[in-house]
């Protein structure tokens, strides 16, 4: 199957670097894509094609792969940053799209 | 600028359908895909699934084939997702995403299957 398994929570204090690892065979073949969701508002694309920043986007914002698993690093963590952070892959040839089960950003 | 407006929340009885709109503004309509993606309440992003906005094509996944009807009006720019046999588990707010198109060299490419803009959402609430 094709699934993508995130840790759930990431705590970090206001300055520090948050590292929220999204884990997935298919990763291995496809881009990981990364959602920053606060509640009650739709998702935000902050990283495509695995480390790509969209424009508007903070440079503190970042990610990397490496095999089957891809991370997304936010250096000198704001307090604006805490959300919700979802991966995603898509399978073109399905088609198919998976999200990660989300990872709860605290900045303590 | 780019926007997607959805339709207001719904109550639905076990059993009924429910259709929610999505209006897009400020693009070419019919160069892009759109996705449907929803999220039951506390819980992740779940992807429903993709229309061709030119040629109407669909493609949704597995576990909805068969419930989930998606169509688009190129006249007003918006597309519709409709989903039927309601049950209690398919209460969540219901987004319209757009699908990225990737230019390069003087050719577009898509779709990209991720999404650059997003409705606001809509509440779709099962309850008997």
């Known amino acids: 199957s094709y699934e993508l398994t995130q840790p759930p929570s990431v705590s970090v204090s206001p300055g520090q670097t948050a590292r929220i690892t999204c884990s997935g065979d298919a990763l291995a073949k496809q881009y990981a894509y990364w959602y920053q969701q606060k509640p009650g508002q739709a998702p935000v694309l902050v990283i495509y094609k695995d480390s790509e920043r969209p424009s508007g986007i903070p440079e503190r914002f970042s990610g990397s792969s490496s095999g089957t698993i891809v991370t997304l690093t936010i250096s000198g963590v704001q307090a604006e940053d805490e959300a919700y952070y979802y991966c995603?892959?898509?399978?073109?040839?399905?088609?198919?799209?998976?999200f990660g089960g989300g990872t709860k950003l605290t900045v303590l | 600028q780019v926007q997607l407006v959805q339709s207001g929340a719904e109550v639905k009885k076990p059993g009924a359908s429910v259709k929610v709109s999505c209006k897009a503004f400020g693009y070419t309509f019919t160069s892009y895909y759109m996705h449907w993606v929803r999220q039951a309440p506390g819980q992740g992003l779940e992807w429903m699934g993709i229309?061709?906005?030119?040629?109407?094509?669909?493609s949704d996944a597995q576990r909805f084939q068969g419930r989930v009807t998606m169509t688009r009006d190129t006249s007003t720019s918006t597309v519709y997702m409709e989903l039927s046999s309601l049950r209690s588990e398919d209460t969540a707010v219901y987004y319209c995403?757009?699908?990225?198109?990737?230019?390069?060299?003087?050719?577009?490419?898509?779709?990209?299957?991720?999404?650059?803009?997003w409705g606001q959402g809509t509440l779709v609430t099962v309850s008997s």
């Open positions: 229309i061709d906005l030119s040629g109407g094509f669909t």
């Open positions: 995603q892959s898509a399978d073109s040839s399905g088609p198919y799209v998976v």
């Open positions: 995403a757009r699908d990225v198109l990737y230019c390069s060299g003087g050719s577009c490419y898509s779709p990209q299957y991720y999404f650059d803009y």
